[in-house]
């Protein structure tokens, strides 16, 4: 069911006309009210007239009380500071007053996304036995503006493949994550409402994702820089166990930097994908960063190196940069116009065009290097628990 809240009745009546089946309160009060009296409300919509600072307070209050409710607000206008409050406060989504095309949508998506959650929550009546255990592909580059964020939410989107598998895309850039905006997502949680939880289950961090398409979803960066500082690498480490064990596939994106989340993250990876493009401070740092893994005893089986905008005419030939990195490249990525304008629309190029080469090249590593590759699990060849703080400890003490 969905509920839409409107001070003017003519507003809400029309906006009920975009939605379909729902009920119409003209207060926040009688919102409130209807709230209580049903524990099962998937969607309100909060109409243009409703105060933005209301809608902002009744969100954070609701996001950890009712994790399953999916608040809509409509405005008339929208701009960037509108957007980073909705954010923050754990709106689902913001929709023009005129795009009814798109409020009817988000309605439908958030109700998908509440039922899951639901279901998700329910005892499954099994004998409690672990499934399978999904791969998780991490994607590093220790350099800045190669292309991490793009190829990570594209290659979560060719794993997905539009539903055919599970797959939970990890913005691990706790300071300054461009996933959900690549991606032009409007999460209500994000990995730092983990912190404050006692018990953080799967039912608890499945509360978190925000859908995406068929088959993907995110658990996104948190919204305040600073709230980086209080995730622990211990609830990053425990998070991608939970997230595996229920997808197929889990991908993370992570910040230009050795930091223990990410370290995290490549203790349990199955793959690696290194990025790097044809300038020599990105095959510098490329560089560095193969000799950091190897000192950290990372398994080379896993290890898989990507050259974004692999096309681009600068005077480096891949024969020459293969043999300065002593490491084959694993695919080759053309650049394109195309890719920074699938980015400004929020739908990742993989989908929006499955047949573009860049799309195309995606696909071929993740068939080759993921789907259908020989990386070993992270049960076969773990580092060492006891070994980890000293290789760290090393690491951090090396000179730059």
């Known amino acids: 069911m969905t509920t839409i809240c409107d001070l003017d009745p003519t507003t809400a009546d029309a906006l009920r006309g975009a939605v379909g089946e729902a009920r119409v309160v003209t207060s926040l009060e009688q919102l409130r009210i209807v709230l209580d009296t049903d524990p099962y409300e998937d969607v309100v919509v909060l109409g243009p007239s409703v105060d933005p600072g209301s809608a902002f307070r009744l969100a954070a209050a609701l996001r950890i009380s009712r994790p399953t409710l999916s608040l809509i607000l409509v405005r008339q206008r929208i701009d960037t500071s509108l957007l980073a409050e909705a954010m923050r406060a754990g709106l689902r989504d913001v929709v023009d007053e005129r795009d009814l095309y798109r409020l009817n949508a988000s309605v439908r998506q958030s109700q998908s996304f509440s039922a899951a959650l639901r279901e998700s929550a329910a005892p499954s009546g099994g004998d409690g036995a672990p499934g399978p255990r999904g791969k998780i592909v991490t994607v590093f580059s220790a350099k800045g503006g190669c292309g991490k964020t793009t190829l990570a939410t594209n290659l979560a989107a060719t794993l997905a493949d539009r539903g055919r598998r599970q797959v939970c895309l990890v913005d691990l850039d706790l300071a300054f994550g461009d996933v959900a905006i690549a991606l032009q997502l409007f999460p209500a949680h994000t990995i730092a409402d983990a912190v404050p939880l006692a018990d ?123 043999k300065t990195l002593r490491a084959p490249i694993s695919v080759e990525i053309p650049s394109s116009r195309d890719v920074p304008a699938s980015i400004n629309r929020g739908v990742p190029i993989a989908l929006d065009d499955p047949r573009h080469p860049v799309s195309l090249a995606i696909k071929e590593f993740a068939d080759r290097h993921i789907l259908g590759g020989s990386a070993s699990t992270n049960r076969d060849a773990a580092v060492p628990p006891d070994l980890r703080t000293d290789r760290r400890g090393f690491f951090r003490r090396r000179p730059q």
């Open 200 to 322: 953080v289950d799967f039912t608890a961090v499945q509360a978190l994702l925000t859908p995406h398409s068929p088959g993907l979803t995110t658990l996104v960066a948190p919204v305040e820089p600073g709230s980086a500082e209080s995730i622990p690498a211990s609830l990053v480490a425990h998070i991608l166990e939970l997230l595996r064990q229920h997808f197929d596939y889990v991908v993370v994106d992570t910040p230009p930097a050795f930091d223990d989340q990410v370290l995290a993250a490549f203790d349990l990876s199955d793959v690696v994908a290194l990025i790097a493009t044809l300038d020599i401070p990105a095959l510098k740092n490329l560089k560095l960063t193969l000799e950091t893994m190897a000192l950290l005893n990372y398994p080379r089986e896993r290890w898989r190196i990507v050259l974004n905008r692999a096309d681009s005419k600068v005077g480096l030939a891949i024969g020459e940069v293969e």
